[in-house]
Nanobody, 116 residues
Framework: QVQLVESGGGLVQAGGSLRLSCAASRTIFSINVMGWYRQAPGKQRELVATITSGGNTNYVDSVKGRSTISRDNAKKMVNLQLNSLKPEDTAVYYC??????????WGQGTQVTVSS
């Protein structure tokens, strides 16, 4: 079973940027979709962005135009660049992967806090 470990969260001022990284413990060639979800206090977990093995990307409307997801199969990593951060981006961000067999894998999460 692949394990996912996130890094790059932290405290940033509104308007700033962060780069979240997710490292997989094993090859990610067995993984179809990788991505990021987030969960703010008192809210449901929501999709932020995903990327398929073929490089197709999908973003939630609230981050479109200010976020970029990328994937490096050789380095076993998926990254999320977040720009022009807003206080409403404050959440725990989770790395996510879905294998070709339909199994879902989650990281433990990294906190992103945006101060106004």
């Amino acid at each position: 079973q692949v394990q996912l470990v996130e890094s790059g969260g932290g405290l940033v001022q509104a308007g700033g940027s962060l780069r979240l990284s997710c490292a997989a413990s094993r090859t990610i060639f067995s993984i179809n979709v990788m991505g990021w979800y987030r969960q703010a206090p008192g809210k449901q977990r929501e999709l932020v962005a995903t990327i398929t093995s073929g490089g197709n990307t999908n973003y939630v409307d609230s981050v479109k135009g200010r976020s970029t997801i990328s994937r490096d199969n050789a380095k076993k990593m998926v990254n999320l660049q977040l720009n022009s951060l807003k206080p409403e981006d404050t959440a725990v961000y989770y790395c996510y992967a879905r294998t070709w067999t339909g199994s879902d894998i989650w990281g433990q999460g990294t906190q992103v806090t945006v101060s106004s």
